[in-house]
């Protein structure tokens, strides 16, 4: 009577998870090849994703820095006792794969090798890249010149990356708009990493992102809630409405247009509140003397009647006069 044999599976499997996602958060598939390996390996003993693994039952060794060349092989040699599941690094393991592939070409009998992705990134995920980088800058061992810089001295910056991205999009150059944007939200990432150290009264990033999501979702009731608002122009005025139900200190139609916008855009800016209002005949009648100011205004009111930005117009006049020079 011949009894059954056991069969050894040799299989490396390479256990692929994003960082930027809580640890332990793995697919069914994951858990599983983790439960059936006769080995788990990780590098770094203080790995996040590692430790979780330990924490579940499931015993798994760190193999400290190595060489690929040498952890290849362990990991190859390991595999006589059956699965083995590698916890990739958040690092992605420089080298370690090219080091696999010219171990298992130098064997006659290789095991298989499989990369199962345990993890994915979700939408947005590279943010938290963004605010480990601001955090790093900012921290003892980072950079002096991010260290020094304040709320103040940052002002110049956000004024010319503004600029910057407009220039970017109505150039239609789409990389360059693409950096543009990214230096944008390096001022916001920058901004919030200096407010959360205010002894005072400190914010950080979350705070800054839960303050924007939460006034959106206020004031979009006609997504979020059951007001009803079928046109554009419906939804600007309940946005109007409910803007100035959270601002009752603002006591006049223009209070809240910046100082420092250009002439332009701050006219056709509160030409929009005045039209809001239903006090559109006040800009008209600013517009209806004969002076520079109020000749300019009548251009802006036109701009508007429209449908046009005068801002932009008039930097395309200008980019058009450069481009004949």
């Known amino acids: 009577m011949t009894g059954d044999v056991d069969v050894v599976v040799r299989r490396l499997v390479l256990l692929l998870s994003t960082p930027r996602i809580a640890p332990g958060l793995l697919t069914r598939d994951a858990w599983t090849a983790l439960a059936g390996a006769a080995h788990v390996f990780g590098r770094d003993e203080d790995e996040t994703q590692l430790n979780v693994i330990q924490q579940?039952?499931?015993a798994a060794t760190h193999c400290g820095a190595q060489e690929p060349a040498a952890l290849a092989r362990l990991l190859v040699?390991?595999?006589d006792d059956g699965e083995v599941v590698w916890i990739g690094s958040a690092d992605a393991d420089p080298g370690l794969t090219d080091a696999l592939a010219a171990e298992i070409s130098s064997r006659q009998?290789?095991?298989?090798?499989?990369?199962l992705v345990g993890s994915y990134d979700v939408p947005g995920a590279r943010l938290l890249d963004l605010v480990a980088v601001m955090d790093r800058l900012r921290s003892p061992d980072g950079c002096p010149w991010d260290a020094e810089q304040t709320h103040q001295s940052l002002v110049p910056y956000a004024i010319e990356e503004t600029h910057e991205l407009v220039e970017a999009i109505e150039s239609g150059d789409r990389a360059h708009m693409q950096e543009e944007l990214g230096d944008l939200l390096l001022q916001v990432a920058f901004h919030s990493r200096i407010a959360q150290e205010d002894p005072g009264s400190p914010f950080g990033i979350d705070e800054v992102a839960g303050g924007i999501v939460e006034k959106l979702v206020r004031r979009h009731p006609h997504v979020f809630a059951d007001v009803e608002a079928e046109t554009s122009l419906e939804v600007s005025e309940n946005w109007e409405?409910?803007?100035?139900?959270?601002?009752?200190?603002?006591?006049?139609?223009?209070?809240?247009?910046?100082?420092?916008?250009?002439a332009l855009a701050s006219?056709?800016?509160a030409a929009?509140?005045?039209?809001?209002?239903?006090?559109?005949?006040?800009?008209?009648?600013?517009?209806?003397?004969?002076?520079?100011?109020?000749?300019?205004?009548a251009l802006v009111l036109e701009a508007r009647d429209q449908?046009?930005?005068?801002?932009?117009?008039?930097?395309?006049t200008v980019r058009a006069l450069d481009a004949e020079l």
């Open 56 to 58: 579940s039952g499931i």
């Open 77 to 79: 040699d390991s595999t």
């Open 109 to 115: 009998d290789p095991p298989e090798i499989e990369m």
């Open 241 to 262: 409405q409910i803007k100035a139900a959270e601002k009752p200190h603002r006591t006049s139609t223009l209070d809240g247009i910046p100082k420092g916008l250009p």
């Open 267 to 269: 006219a056709h800016k």
């Open 272 to 297: 929009g509140r005045l039209a809001t209002a239903g006090r559109y005949d006040v800009a008209v009648s600013a517009a209806a003397d004969d002076d520079l100011g109020s000749r300019l205004l």
């Open 307 to 316: 449908g046009l930005d005068p801002e932009a117009a008039l930097r395309a």
